[in-house]
C-alpha cells in the first residue's frame, strides 16, 4: 500500500526544491509523476518556482470546490492511453491551502489507487496558526517530515512572520501570497516574539520574562 507524505516547513525551508527533486529523482528512473497545485497560490501562475531559481510546470491547479480525486484520476488516465505508463507519484506544492476534504483525497488516493501522494506545505500562517490543509494532513499523513531552515538569529526557524512596506505585521486575512501583496521571513519563536510584542494568535502575553522560558542558542535539534 503506497503512504501519504507530509513535508513541512516555515517559509525558505527548501520545500518546493525538494519537490522538484524528487519530481527529478522519479524521472530520471524512468517513471512518471503527476504535478498539482492549489491555484490560490498566483506566484508562478501555472508553475512550481523554487527559491533557487528551478522551476517547472503543473500538470493541474486545484480551485477550492474541486475534486482532486477526479482531477487526478483524469491525468492517470491520459497518462496511460499516451504514454502506456501508470503514473508513478502525485506531487502536491503548497498543501496548506487545500482543503479539508481534499487532502482526505489526497490519503484515499495513496491508499485505495496505490500511488505515494508527497504533499509540501507551511505548517502554521503568520498568526501562528495551523492552515486547514495542514492540520489535516498532521492529522492523517503516513508520515511527517520536517525541512529545517535557520532564522536571522542562527537558532531554527519555526514561524512565519508577515511584512507590509517593510513592517511585520500581525493582523489579517489568513492568506496573502509571498511577493504578491506582502513578503515573509522565516522566524524562531524568539525573535516571532520579540517582532509581535510577546503576542501570539491567542491575544494573551506571557507573564513570564522571554528570556527566562526561552534556552538562548543553537537548536540541538537543528542539522
Known sequence: MAKLYFRYGAMNSGKSTALLQAA???EERGQLVVLAKPRIDTKG????????GVTRQVDFTVDVDDDI?????????????DTGRDVACLLVD?????????????????????????????????????????????????????????CR????????????????????????????????ESLCAAC???????????GRRSAVPLDAVLELGPDPDFS
Do not use: M
Open 24 to 26: 527529478y529523482n522519479y
Open 45 to 52: 501562475d501555472q508553475t512550481i518556482v523554487s527559491r533557487l
Open 69 to 81: 480525486y477526479a482531477r487526478f484520476q483524469a491525468h492517470r488516465a491520459a497518462a496511460i492511453r
Open 94 to 150: 503548497e498543501a496548506q491551502f487545500l482543503t479539508t476534504q481534499q487532502v482526505d483525497d489526497l490519503l484515499r488516493i495513496a491508499v485505495r489507487e496505490d500511488v505515494p501522494v508527497l504533499a509540501y506545505g507551511i505548517r502554521t500562517d503568520f498568526q501562528t496558526v495551523a492552515f486547514p490543509g495542514s492540520r489535516r494532513l498532521l492529522e492523517i499523513a503516513h508520515s511527517l517530515e520536517e525541512l529545517k531552515t535557520i
Open 153 to 184: 538569529c542562527g537558532r531554527k526557524a519555526v514561524f512565519n512572520g508577515r511584512s507590509v512596506d517593510g513592517r511585520f505585521v500581525f493582523d489579517g486575512d489568513q492568506v496573502a501570497i509571498d511577493g504578491v501583496d506582502v513578503t515573509y
Open 192 to 202: 516571532y516574539l520579540d517582532e509581535s510584542g510577546d503576542t501570539l494568535a491567542t
